[in-house]
């Protein structure tokens, strides 16, 4: 990597050599605040599902109809917001997005109409598929800048925030009607975006000097696109399965196993703490498995996680059963994307990590589509098999690794 080098002189805060890494340092903590803030706040929104799908009447297809809103918000903000943060940089997309997350979370609760919630979902998708998009692109660069494979540590803080957003759902869940949960949710997001953002707008991002050094776009080659989709399809496999968690978990354990509904949010807490442990390890795990054990055995791990915790016939067997389904499932995202970002830079992790949380919104629907034709523990087991296709793939795609990693 040519620029890395410049990239660290060159770092805002100053071109000595003490001064940029401590710069890096400070944009690398404030990213990591912005991914928990998402899964907390995503979390926090999904906990209260069966809450909302009971104020409004919706069936199980009518709540996936809904949900789709939030699909279409993101997959629409997907597609711009790479021209977003080209021409006004990823960090103040990244800080816009959070502040209109934070706003959008509070609507949910204000809709009494299937019509009425997917309107407002919409407007939450478009955040969350805004937020998602300008946060790893800056966290790919600052990776590259690093020259330090941490982006699973990125994705550890989205799983913590989850963790603790859907930890703190089931505590109030008894106590607080979902209109005083999300405001709060509300206040505390635009508190954090208020604080952490000023880290963000104060410096430019490392992709912004290594640009001016090399302005030419890099244009990928037919076979290197062809690659690049194979990656987003394995992150779409298994954001599939974050995205079924979510919105279906914790609705799964309530309807179909009689589980209390604080019990039932523990659930999707249970995955993300799993999801948020295996993160952590993620960057030891990739150093002594390679990228494609990593796929293979993470893959194999979720689908044998998935179908316990879909068809197991008690709640502690479930819950287990979705722990190891998030243990699984933690880094195949990660090195999907980076993966895609070896192969064709910025270009790729942006088609790859648009595709994987394309597959994050589409499956929540496609759930509920599923549940009212057959079951929603019949539904819940498309996860599995879906994690299972991402290992298959991952292996099959060994060969347009990078070598160490063949």
């Known amino acids: 990597m040519p620029h890395l080098n410049k990239l660290r ?11 940029a890494p401590l710069s890096l ?7 990591t605040v912005f991914f928990a803030l998402d899964g907390f706040l995503f979390a926090g929104w999904v906990v209260r599902i069966p809450a909302i799908k009971q104020q409004t009447g919706a069936s199980a297809s009518d709540l996936g109809l809904a949900l789709l809103g939030v699909s279409a918000g993101a997959v629409v903000t997907m597609t711009l917001t790479g021209r977003l943060c080209r021409r006004f940089g990823s960090h103040p997309v990244t800080v816009a ?3 209109l997350m934070s706003l959008s979370i509070a609507l949910p609760a204000l809709t009494h109409s299937t019509l009425a919630l997917g309107l407002v979902l919409l407007v939450f998708g478009a955040a969350y598929g805004g937020i998602n998009v300008a946060m790893n692109s800056a966290a790919v ?9 941490v982006m699973p540590s990125f994705h550890a803080a989205f799983s913590l925030g989850g963790m603790v957003g859907a930890g703190l759902g089931a505590l109030v869940a008894g106590g607080l009607s979902p209109t005083v949960h999300l405001l709060l949710l509300a206040v505390i997001g635009l508190l954090v975006t208020a604080v952490v953002g000023r880290v963000l707008l104060g410096r430019t991002a490392p992709v912004t000097e290594r640009a001016q050094q090399d302005p030419v776009p890099h244009r990928l080659t037919g076979r290197t696109r062809r690659l690049v989709a194979v990656f987003g399809v394995i992150a779409l496999c298994t954001a599939y399965g974050e995205g079924a968690m979510a919105d279906w978990g914790a609705l799964h354990l309530e309807q179909d196993l009689d589980a209390h509904p604080g019990v039932a949010a523990i659930g999707y807490s249970l995955f993300a703490l799993a999801m948020t442990a295996g993160r952590l390890t993620g960057t030891t795990l990739l150093e002594r498995l390679g990228q494609t054990r990593t796929l293979v055995a993470g893959g194999t791990t ?4 998935m179908l316990l915790g879909s ?7 479930a819950l287990l059963g979705f722990a190891v389904a998030g243990l699984g499932l933690a880094n195949i995202f990660p090195v999907a994307v980076a993966r895609a970002g070896a192969l064709a830079g910025p270009g790729g992790v942006a088609a790859a990590s648009t595709l994987g949380y394309g597959g994050m919104l589409l499956g929540p629907p496609a759930i509920g589509f599923l549940a009212d034709w057959f079951s929603l523990p019949i539904a819940l087991t498309t996860v599995a098999a ?7 793939i991952g292996w099959a795609a060994r060969n347009a690794t990078a070598p160490q990693d063949a």
């Open 9 to 19: 002189t060159a770092a805002p805060g100053g071109p000595s050599g003490n001064t």
């Open 25 to 31: 340092s400070r944009l690398r903590t404030a990213l």
């Open 97 to 99: 997005s959070a502040v």
């Open 141 to 149: 660069d600052l990776v590259a800048a690093l020259r330090r494979p």
């Open 302 to 305: 979720a689908a044998a996680g």
């Open 311 to 317: 068809l197991a016939p008690t709640v502690w067997l």
């Open 386 to 392: 879906l994690a299972a296709g991402a290992a298959l």
